[in-house]
């Protein structure tokens, strides 16, 4: 299965409007935003657990990156609520599940093969920020040479501008905010290629989004070398 597979265009989803999709595990539904493969993929997906579901053990070839929405995820690293995020990296290994349910935002087999760091922050690990841009406040979670990964909150009526050399991928958890005259609510997903611009003006109400750069530019050639290589 290829899904917004060419990562020199930009590519764009409305999450809240795309129908749930079942996986082979029963009680866990998905609604995918990008993919390459099959069941094994590069993959970035809103992943829906059903009260008391669990998904078997297994290890991430690729590595796993994940951001709670709403609910308790849970594994054998603890019981993360809405607003955790967590890496773990190629080679980890767990099972994961919720008791009382829960929504992901979780995006597969998108690490360097050589990255060990697992990082498993809680809401408001680490607080918000100013980061110099007016109206734009940022929580930090990740960044390495090759990406870097924040919430950031943009105040009502905010016009954000960036272009970052490797490209740009964005996430709404609450708000909204319009760019290239498309409107972007929550569960939207915008990625931009590398060298693309991104002109965005913040609703009414704001906005807050996961965002992450650097990281679109040669994704397709890095998947199929981390593929290789753990397979």
């Given at each position: 299965?290829?899904?917004?597979?060419?990562?020199?265009r930009?590519?764009?989803?409305?999450?809240?409007d795309?129908?749930?999709?079942p996986?082979?595990?029963?009680?866990?539904?998905?609604?995918?935003?990008?993919?390459?493969?099959?069941?094994?993929?590069r993959?970035t997906?809103?992943?829906?657990?059903?009260?008391?579901?669990?998904?078997?053990?297994?290890?991430?070839?690729?590595?796993?990156?994940?951001?709670?929405?709403?609910?308790?995820?849970?594994?054998?690293?603890?019981?993360?609520?809405?607003?955790?995020?967590?890496?773990?990296?190629?080679?980890?290994?767990?099972?994961?599940?919720?008791?009382?349910?829960?929504?992901?935002?979780?995006?597969?087999?998108q690490?360097?093969?050589?990255?060990?760091?697992?990082?498993?922050?809680?809401?408001?690990?680490?607080?918000?920020?100013?980061?110099?841009?007016?109206?734009?406040?940022?929580?930090?979670?990740?960044?390495?040479?090759?990406?870097?990964?924040?919430?950031?909150?943009?105040?009502?009526?905010?016009?954000?501008?960036?272009?970052?050399?490797?490209?740009?991928?964005?996430?709404?958890l609450?708000g909204?905010?319009?760019?290239?005259?498309?409107?972007?609510?929550?569960?939207?997903?915008?990625?931009?290629?590398?060298?693309?611009?991104?002109?965005?003006?913040?609703?009414?109400?704001?906005a807050?989004?996961?965002?992450?750069?650097?990281?679109?530019?040669?994704?397709?050639?890095?998947?199929?070398?981390?593929?290789?290589?753990?397979?």
């Amino acid at each position: 299965m290829e899904l917004h597979a060419d990562f020199e265009r930009r590519a764009a989803a409305h999450g809240a409007d795309l129908e749930w999709v079942p996986s082979p595990m029963p009680g866990v539904d998905r609604r995918m935003l990008e993919r390459i493969g099959t069941e094994v993929a590069r993959a970035t997906t809103i992943v829906r657990y059903a009260p008391g579901s669990a998904f078997s053990p297994h290890v991430h070839g690729g590595g796993e990156e994940f951001l709670v929405l709403d609910g308790v995820f849970s594994d054998e690293h603890g019981d993360f609520p809405a607003g955790s995020y967590v890496r773990n990296p190629p080679t980890s290994k767990h099972t994961p599940g919720s008791a009382p349910g829960c929504t992901i935002f979780v995006k597969l087999w998108q690490f360097d093969p050589a990255d060990r760091r697992d990082v498993r922050l809680r809401p408001r690990e680490p607080a918000f920020v100013a980061t110099g841009d007016p109206g734009v406040d940022a929580r930090a979670l990740h960044a390495d040479a090759r990406e870097a990964v924040r919430i950031e909150r943009w105040a009502p009526g905010t016009h954000v501008e960036r272009a970052p050399e490797g490209g740009l991928e964005l996430f709404v958890l609450r708000g909204g905010f319009q760019s290239a005259g498309e409107a972007y609510g929550p569960w939207s997903w915008l990625r931009l290629p590398a060298g693309a611009p991104l002109r965005a003006l913040a609703g009414p109400a704001g906005a807050e989004l996961w965002l992450k750069e650097g990281h679109v530019a040669g994704a397709a050639a890095r998947f199929a070398e981390a593929f290789a290589e753990a397979s």
